[in-house]
């Protein structure tokens, strides 16, 4: 009896100090909790194209005078090339530039894998003849052509090794002894970047650039600046400015760091309003009110015009295009004699007209 109750003495002894002796682990445990620091975040280093310190080096000054956000889906309705620059046109998200004389003509194409690929068309007769792909450009995806009036300078938009981010501007020129197109140059910043840079078009008549990006915009829309165009290319010296700063002008964040002083700009400015009222559609008002010999000139015109372009084929083709092209030329020559004949006929009428009128 005595030896259970030194047991139970014992035993609540024991049980005591343990309760005792909690508070205090648990108060260890949460001071221990406490000074365990977090386990620092990794973050994973991307490391930036070498190419990009090679590009910011060389980055062009280049004056933009305005910009606007437009839709992707239809940007090319927004640049108000003159008509001397030729035509260009999308569908699809495919460009297509058509060049002032209306003989030749590169556009866009998808191929199997739905990659773009630059191909050309020539007038022939009047019809286009059928797609060649563009040789020199490489096999990378290749989307908006615009070829300079003097018909050998083309811009391209390509995605590829060549190029640091989606789509990057390039400009190559055509070897005509060769038959292809030079090796593609890289435009270079500011009209590179790790975004989607789609379209560089130059208007020599206004003295304007057009520059289409998707950089810092929502999926469906594209920023269009208006720059103007050096006549040799100019560079930032770049130990005039920090990285930053470099960075900045590069990426074109704020287009008034590049408005130099004086009235450049504003000069520009109206060069470009002058652009955009003449790039307005003129709708006639009524077919009505065109008079008749008014409407076989229009006729005329266009018919000489696309004569004059299958005489020009057909001087330069072979025996069997010669063939297919000298019936075509025959029953224009006619078509266009009778028209002139209809149009002094009517001139005529209308001024008897007139005539009976005023009397």
Known sequence: MKKNT????????LLLAALMLM?????????????????????EVVEEDPRIAQMLEATQQVVFIDSMVVSRANFMDFIPLSRD??????????GQFTNELGDKRLEATVDA?????????????????????????GDD????????PDGTTLYFAQKGENSIGGYDLFVTRYDAEDGRFLRPENLGMPFASDADD?????????????????????ADKVCIYIFIPNETRRTYVSEAYDENQLRALASISRIADTWPKGNTRQQALA??????????????????????????????EVLEKALQLARNNYATS??????????????????????????????????????????
Request: aromatic share 6%; net charge positive; hydrophobic share 30%.
């Open 6 to 13: 030194i047991n139970t003495i014992r035993l609540t002894t």
């Open 23 to 43: 508070p205090a682990a648990a108060d260890a445990q949460r001071r221990k909790k406490k000074a365990a620091k977090p386990k620092p975040k990794v973050e």
């Open 85 to 94: 620059c030729g035509r260009i046109a999308m569908n699809d998200g495919l």
């Open 113 to 137: 894998q739905k990659v773009p690929h630059i191909m050309v068309r020539d007038m022939m007769g009047f019809s286009w003849g059928e797609p060649v792909r563009a040789k020199g450009l």
């Open 141 to 148: 995806a290749a989307n908006f052509p615009y070829l300079m």
């Open 198 to 218: 789609l379209f560089y078009a130059v208007d020599e008549q206004h003295q304007l650039g057009y520059f289409v990006t998707t950089r810092r915009q929502p």
């Open 271 to 300: 060069r470009l309003k002058n652009a955009r009222q003449q790039h307005e559609v003129k709708k006639p008002k009524t077919e009505g009110k065109m008079s008749e010999s008014e409407s076989l000139r229009h006729k005329a």
């Open 318 to 359: 072979n025996d069997s295009q010669r063939e297919r092209l000298r019936p075509e030329i025959l029953s224009s020559e006619k078509e266009l004699e009778e028209l002139q004949r209809m149009i002094r006929q009517k001139e005529k009428e209308e001024r008897n007209r007139i005539y009976q009128n005023n009397q």
